[in-house]
């Protein structure tokens, strides 16, 4: 059996490796138009930085690598351009020598990955101005860097790619501003949640500028100006385009091969495209979510391997079925660690859900052994109370508590079961009720109506709305005087018992504290002494702040 895959990098090798344990007499050839197999391509910006030196470290194996190991033939600098689905044939063409060649097959493994958008803009051609998305590319950046030592760089969108790059320009040395069009940094993410990672930026000297763009790049020969659609205009030495990525396709679809809706190839379970014998992975090829059942792209390293593995297994006459994802992720900008697993907020709202959501902030540790704050937001349904996702902020201990919560919602877990899970626990590695036990408490309660939460973007709607709200700030006078919600009365808890006959039981009433603790505490008494509807603000005054940032002294400006 002869058994021929399109690309070189994680899902394309892992299917070979794989093909391979399966079928020993099988000929298994890759072919791939870039000059690095199996590199680390989430590598890549930390080698432009100062934490990786040398290239080698990011592409450990060759083509002599694979030939020696698993008996694969690797032939880079080989370009495939068409696929002949009908004879089972492709056309080949040697990149050095321009020589074309046809190659038969029985097996067939797309995993062309992903390209870099490519924004049409005015000047993009220019010798400054680069994407990353492979070593070569990172060979350039870096060779630019160390070259002409630029003073400032701006970096066009924040993702993964554009954040990590701005941190690793910044270990340069260099002045960075992101640009970014959507409402906020890191679009991914809930705003609620964005905004940690947007004040963090800022911290660290990074200019962030939203809802704008790009509109064109001047300078020659080389840029040296930015120029918004706000009329804004950057300096720049080094420019980055990191708008995004999109499945490389073009080859697949030219011989026939189906598009799902995300624009990516359609596989089923199997990793099997519409054509006989031909199957898609990795980057190239969609995936679906294991909670709405449907179809999503999410271009990332372990998924394209575990895609790689079932596209080998499956052409070698395996079982192995993909049982679809969360389209998890964690990324890590100076010091702090931003993950999301499943849908947020905003996506669980889109899919139909009545979606419930708490905010946690809670150290990773006891303080007393270092501990440092972090924040989750939970996502839960309403009507089944499943958990639907989470989004994960902090300096430590966040890769810990995302995977767990990703465990939890893979096999269906509930907001209560969170609370039960067996965690380990000493003082050097969680405190006795760890943060994701928080979060299924708190979900568990907002769950209960009548115990219910209230978010910090809730709230001011309905006080921007002029609707009536009770809100009472439970935490001690100097507190209080620091900052406060709009309209709030200063009531701590150790004194609200005393208190009630000031309050009315019938109207809406929003307690909340710092975090949430004692607001709940509040909550629960104000319950008890029957007031009909109590909401406790998600994640406290901590949470209201970061999002609307009242001055010192002042109500919410806003």
Excluded: W
Aim: glycine share 10%; net charge neutral.
């Amino acid at each position: 059996m002869k058994i021929v895959i399109i690309g070189g990098v994680a899902a394309g090798t892992s299917a070979a490796a794989k093909a391979r344990r399966n079928n020993e007499a099988a000929q298994i050839t890759i072919f791939d138009a870039d000059q690095d197999v199996s590199y680390s391509g989430c590598g890549l910006p930390y080698y432009i930085g100062t934490d990786i030196e040398q290239r080698e470290q990011l592409v450990p194996r060759n083509a002599q690598f694979f030939k020696q190991k698993y008996n694969v033939d690797v032939f880079t600098g080989h370009r495939v351009l068409a696929i002949e689905p009908r004879t089972k044939t492709l056309t080949v063409e040697k990149l050095a020598t321009g020589q074309r060649f046809s190659e038969s097959y029985d097996k067939l493994i797309i995993a062309t990955g992903a390209q870099a958008v490519r924004l049409p803009l005015e000047g993009s051609d220019k010798a400054n101005v680069f994407h990353l998305r492979n070593v070569v590319s990172a060979d350039r950046i870096r060779r630019q860097v160390l070259a002409t030592k630029p003073q400032t760089a701006v970096v066009v969108g924040s993702g993964f790619i554009g954040l990590e790059m701005a941190e690793n320009l910044m270990a340069r040395g260099i002045r960075v501003s992101i640009v970014e069009l959507a409402e906020h940094v890191m679009p991914a993410l809930d705003a609620d949640m964005a905004v940690y990672v947007a004040d963090y930026l800022k911290q660290q000297g990074v200019e962030v500028i939203v809802r704008d763009a790009v509109a064109r790049l001047e300078g020659a020969p080389l840029v040296n100006k930015v120029v918004l659609k706000s009329g804004r205009e950057l300096a720049a030495d080094l420019v980055l385009l990191a708008a995004g990525v999109r499945p490389d396709v073009e080859l697949a679809r030219r011989a026939g091969v189906e598009l799902g809706p995300t624009g990516a190839i359609q596989v089923n379970e199997r990793m099997q495209t519409n054509m006989e014998d031909v199957y898609a992975c990795g980057d190239c090829a969609e995936s679906y979510s294991l909670l709405t059942g449907k179809p999503f792209y999410r271009p990332l390293g372990s998924t394209a391997n575990k895609m790689g593995r079932i596209a080998g297994d499956q052409a070698t006459g395996g079982d192995l079925t993909f049982r679809g994802g969360l389209g998890t992720g964690i990324f890590k900008v100076f010091d702090l660690a931003v993950g999301q697993t499943g849908l947020t907020e905003k996506e669980a709202r889109r899919e139909g859900y009545a979606a419930v959501v708490c905010h946690i902030i809670k150290p990773d540790r006891p303080e007393y052994y270092h501990g440092q704050e972090l924040v989750i937001k939970a996502v839960a349904d309403r009507a089944s109370g499943r958990v639907l996702g989470a989004q994960v902020i902090g300096k430590a201990g966040v890769d810990k508590r995302l995977d767990v919560l990703v465990t939890a919602i893979t096999f269906g877990a509930k907001a209560e079961d969170l609370f039960h899970l067996d965690l380990a626990y000493a003082p050097p590695f969680a405190t006795t009720k760890d943060p994701v036990m928080y979060a299924g408490m708190v979900l568990t309660n907002a769950l209960e109506r009548q115990r219910g939460l209230i978010t910090a973007a809730e709230l001011k709607a309905k006080q921007d709305q002029g609707e009536a709200v009770q809100v009472i700030d439970a935490r001690v006078a100097k507190q209080y005087q620091a900052g406060h919600v709009r309209g709030a009365h200063n009531l701590p808890q150790e004194h609200i018992r005393e208190e009630l006959t000031a309050l009315d039981p019938a109207a809406l009433t929003v307690t909340y504290c710092n975090k949430g603790v004692t607001g709940n505490a509040t909550q629960n008494i104000l319950i008890n002494h029957g007031f009909r509807q109590v909401l406790n603000l998600s994640g406290g005054y901590k949470q209201y702040a970061k999002e609307f940032k009242p001055k010192d002294g002042e109500d919410d400006p806003a």
